[in-house]
Structure formats: C-alpha cells, structure tokens
C-alpha cells in the first residue's frame, strides 16, 4: 500500500470540490490541465480566489505564481470578488518587507473595506495573495490584469480613484 501520497485536502467541505478533483484527475497529465481546471472552479463556484489557487497548485504540484500568472493573464477568469475592478495587494514576504502592509492600509481606509470585501457601489473588491510570482517588483499590487511593481500608497490610491470616478 502507498504510504507517500499526500493528497491537499480542499478548502472546505463544499462537495463542489469533489467535482474539482475529478477535472483534476481527467486532465490532470494533459498540458493544459491548470486552465482547464480552473475553468471547471469557475464554472462551479462562479470565481477563482486565494484558496481555489492554493488547492489547485498543490493538487497539480505547479507554483503558485503559475496559477496566478494563468488566472490574471486570461480576461475569462473572474477573481473574487466580483466588483467592476480588482485591487490584489500581495502580501507575500518581499511585498510584506517593502511595505505591503501600508499600500493595504490606505486602501482599506480609503475604501472602508477589509481584504474579500466589494465597495458597496461595486466598483472596487480589494483582495490580498500571498505571493503572486513577481517579487522582484516587490511591493507588487495586480490591479485588474496589470501587474504593478514597486507600488506606494499614493500611487495605488491615484489609480483606485480613477477606477472610481469613471
Ligand atoms: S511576495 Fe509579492 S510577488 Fe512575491
């Protein structure tokens, strides 16, 4: 009997991930197994988010920032939560030593929101990663698709207002 398999286990009891790990099983040696899998949280829970990415880089045994890398590069993947913009303010140790928590800070007092939230206009979901795979540009914030290095508090503040005001 095996006794090296160490399967992840989900993120919650939520049987849809059940359905995950099937897809995973179907594609799991194929090339295109980490979008098809994320295709198939998307369509089951509606978005992708930190734990979906955890899961499936664990369970596929490919890096996080590879899942990130694929999930903010294709327009098709929604990120939770689903306002009209998405501020991803990594939080990963070299964002974290370059001031990670600053860049977060302002924004959570400028929006009123907490990391998971949506600006009740729905303009703005704020979100935190725990390393999004571009540390060289540390402190690094995904604002939609772009990814933006060496990131402050004004500058993120400048762009969340242009968001908001359009
Ligand atoms: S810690 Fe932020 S990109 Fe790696």
Same mark, same amino acid.
């Given at each position: 009997m095996r006794t090296d398999f160490s399967k992840p286990a989900p993120?919650?009891?939520?049987?849809r991930w059940k359905m995950i790990d099937a897809a995973m099983r179907r594609y799991?040696?194929?090339?295109h197994a980490l979008i098809e899998t994320l295709h198939t949280v998307q369509s089951v829970f509606g978005y992708l988010d930190d734990d979906a990415f955890r899961y499936v880089a664990a369970s596929l045994r490919v890096p996080l920032s590879k899942v990130y890398g694929v999930a903010t590069f294709y327009h098709f993947f929604r990120l939770k /939560?689903?306002?009209?913009h998405t501020c991803v303010v990594c939080t990963g140790t070299a964002c974290y030593i370059k001031g990670a928590n600053q860049i977060m800070k302002a924004l959570e007092d400028e929006l009123g929101l907490r990391a998971g939230e949506t600006t009740p206009d729905n303009k703005v979901s704020l979100m935190t990663a725990r390393?999004?795979?571009?540390?060289?540009?540390? /402190?690094?914030?995904?604002m939609d698709e772009e990814v933006v290095g060496q990131m402050t508090p004004d500058k993120v503040l400048e762009r969340v207002q242009a968001w908001r005001e359009s």
């Open positions: 993120p919650s009891n939520d049987k799991g040696h194929k090339p /939560p689903k306002g009209e390393c999004v795979g571009a540390c060289g540009l540390a /402190p690094v914030v995904v």
